[in-house]
């Protein structure tokens, strides 16, 4: 199964919205390819939106099954959304996909074929923002949008 992570935390929520999209396209996308696939944005959204405006649980309640999830994924996708750099929650689900061994991959457009392998020290890395040399992002093929 593919764990699929995405940015949602925003200060403006039409962006939050714009994210929980794009991370249900990009799901989409691997189901019509014939994979299977968690969206934990797509996932959570749909839980948020039925609670309406009830605290269902807090950014550690989420990322503790998030991260659960993770341990049962051979892959982490990683949407190469704008901020998924500065993510704290994709940055904590990389950095404990590297610790169990499962792969990351980050993407952008969704062209999924570029396989990165992050190490501890590029995740720190990628917390401050900075770009790494070396480490490959796929941006994608024009129109290969899901």
């Known amino acids: 199964m593919i764990y699929l992570a995405c940015p949602f935390t925003h200060r403006f929520k039409k962006v939050e919205a714009?994210?929980?999209?794009e991370a249900s396209l990009a799901?989409?996308?691997f189901i019509r390819k014939g994979d299977a696939v968690f969206s934990p944005l797509s996932h959570s959204a749909a839980i948020l939106q039925a609670a309406g405006d009830r605290q269902v649980g807090t950014w550690e309640t989420w990322m503790a099954i998030d991260l659960e999830i993770i341990a049962i994924?051979?892959?982490?996708?990683?949407?190469?959304?704008?901020?998924w750099h500065g993510s704290k929650?994709?940055?904590?689900?990389?950095e404990h996909a590297i610790e169990i061994e499962v792969?990351?991959?980050?993407?952008?457009?969704?062209?999924?074929?570029?396989?990165?392998?992050l190490s501890r020290a590029a995740v720190e890395d990628l917390g401050t923002g900075v770009s790494i040399p070396g480490i490959p992002i796929d941006n994608g093929i024009e129109g290969s949008r899901p």
Do not use: D, Q, T, W
Not at 89 to 94: K, N, Q, S, T
Not at 104 to 112: D, K, W
């Open 18 to 21: 714009v994210r929980a999209h």
């Open 89 to 94: 929650g994709v940055l904590a689900e990389i």
């Open 73 to 83: 994924c051979k892959k982490v996708v990683v949407l190469g959304l704008e901020g």
């Open 27 to 29: 799901a989409a996308y």
């Open 103 to 117: 792969p990351v991959v980050v993407v952008r457009n969704y062209a999924l074929s570029m396989p990165i392998s």
